[in-house]
């Protein structure tokens, strides 16, 4: 069954936005925007007071890469926390009375069914490469900024395999297409990886600064200060280039480049004592915490609207 203090199967979180939506039928929304390689449905939730006219919006994706279960467990509990303290929290009901918030819980659908069923260190999609053996490519290597440049590899067999063009995975074209069509509504872009306990912003294709550095570093930087004050977890923040590694392809600085301002890359708990193995009683504080960074940045685009 689900519970947003366990790592959910890809069929417990399917269940579980059928039913989260309809009990909640006046704040959320259920959409698919295309089905993964294996057939998938990839679903979306969109989080907001119901309104007349087209509203401003926070796009977060969870799940990108497959094994980084942390990830998809914080999407689960944004969209209980959205539902449980709109009408108690003001700053949640006053942003969701302003935007729309796009919950994608899981991005690689297929990967991460792949790590509940035969290899939980799996990272990349579960594509078939022509004239290979080895399967997959990596999403966050796989988006038209800079793409295959710095960072990544040409070889299917590589772990940051870029893929055969940008956007050959139907995962990455499905979110592009749906971020490329909502373009004027969309003001931030959130991203949930693990793990390192980062907040990173463009650009990782190039140590150059993005246009807008200072605003994003000093957001950054009050979102991590939000953070911290939970439970003392500290974080880093800074451009992905400099911060973690250049790498180019990844979402983050594609939806930048694309005119969405607020684009953040954000490496949940811990900092490799347990890596990806992030045992499940560490799911509700990392969870907690990350909310008050995620709501910091939020508040920050609502009133810069
Ligand atoms: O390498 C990545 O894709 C991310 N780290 S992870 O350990 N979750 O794989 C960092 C992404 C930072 N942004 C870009 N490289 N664009
Ligand atoms: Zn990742
Ligand atoms: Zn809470």
């Given at each position: 069954?689900?519970?947003?203090?366990?790592?959910?199967?890809?069929?417990?979180?399917?269940?579980?936005?059928?039913?989260?939506?309809?009990?909640?039928?006046?704040?959320?929304?259920?959409?698919?925007?295309g089905?993964?390689?294996?057939?998938?449905?990839?679903?979306?939730?969109?989080?907001?007071?119901?309104s007349?006219?087209?509203?401003?919006?926070?796009?977060?994706?969870?799940?990108?890469?497959?094994?980084?279960?942390?990830s998809?467990?914080?999407?689960?509990w944004?969209?209980?926390?959205?539902?449980?303290?709109?009408?108690?929290?003001s700053?949640?009901?006053?942003?969701?009375?302003?935007?729309?918030?796009?919950?994608?819980?899981v991005?690689?659908?297929?990967?991460?069914?792949?790590?509940?069923?035969?290899d939980r260190?799996?990272?990349?999609?579960?594509?078939?490469?022509?004239?290979?053996?080895?399967?997959?490519t990596?999403?966050n290597?796989?988006?038209d900024?800079?793409?295959?440049?710095?960072?990544?590899?040409?070889?299917?067999?590589?772990e940051?395999?870029?893929?055969?063009?940008?956007?050959?995975?139907?995962?990455?074209?499905?979110?592009?297409?749906?971020i490329?069509?909502?373009?004027?509504t969309?003001?931030?872009?959130?991203?949930?990886?693990?793990?390192?306990?980062?907040?990173?912003?463009?650009?990782?294709?190039t140590?150059?600064?993005?246009a807008?550095?200072?605003?994003?570093?000093?957001v950054?930087?009050?979102?991590?200060?939000?953070?911290?004050s939970?439970?003392?977890?500290?974080?880093?923040?800074?451009?992905?280039a400099?911060?973690?590694?250049?790498?180019?392809?990844?979402?983050?600085?594609?939806?930048?480049?694309l005119?969405?301002?607020?684009?953040?890359?954000?490496?949940l708990?811990?900092?490799?004592?347990y890596?990806?193995l992030?045992?499940?009683?560490?799911?509700?504080?990392?969870?907690?915490?990350?909310?008050?960074?995620?709501?910091y940045?939020?508040?920050?685009?609502?009133?810069?609207?």
């Open positions: 069954a689900h519970s947003y203090t366990k790592y959910n199967t890809w069929s417990e979180i399917e269940a579980w936005a059928d039913t989260i939506s309809s009990s909640n039928p006046s704040l959320l929304s259920k959409q698919i925007i089905n993964t390689y294996e057939g998938r449905s990839m679903v979306l939730l969109k989080v907001g007071k119901s007349a006219s087209p509203k401003p919006a926070i796009f977060i994706d969870c799940g990108i890469h497959a094994r980084e279960w942390i998809p467990a914080f999407c689960q944004f969209v209980n926390e959205a539902v449980t303290t709109y009408g108690s929290d700053a949640m009901t006053s942003l969701l009375n302003d935007m729309d918030v796009y919950v994608l819980p991005f690689n659908i297929d990967g991460y069914v792949f790590t509940h069923t035969n260190m799996w990272r990349k999609t579960r594509s078939r490469n022509s004239g290979s053996s080895c399967m997959g990596d999403p290597r796989n988006f900024a800079g793409w295959c440049t710095i960072g990544a590899s040409s070889n299917p067999c590589s940051t395999f870029c893929g055969s063009t940008p956007e050959s995975e139907i995962e990455s074209k499905n979110v592009a297409n749906f490329r069509n909502n373009k004027s969309i003001k931030a872009y959130l991203t949930i990886h693990s793990y390192s306990q980062l907040l990173l912003f463009p650009y990782s294709y140590y150059g600064l993005a807008d550095h200072s605003e994003l570093l000093k950054a930087e009050g979102a991590s200060a939000a953070l911290t939970l439970y003392g977890t500290r974080y880093t923040s800074g451009p992905g400099a911060t973690i590694y250049p790498a180019a392809g990844g979402s983050d600085d594609w939806a930048y480049d005119g969405v301002k607020y684009s953040y890359t954000f490496e708990r811990d900092t490799g004592y890596g990806f992030l045992p499940e009683s560490q799911i509700k504080p990392t969870c907690e915490e990350t909310m008050l960074a995620v709501k940045i939020a508040a920050h685009v609502q009133k810069n609207l």
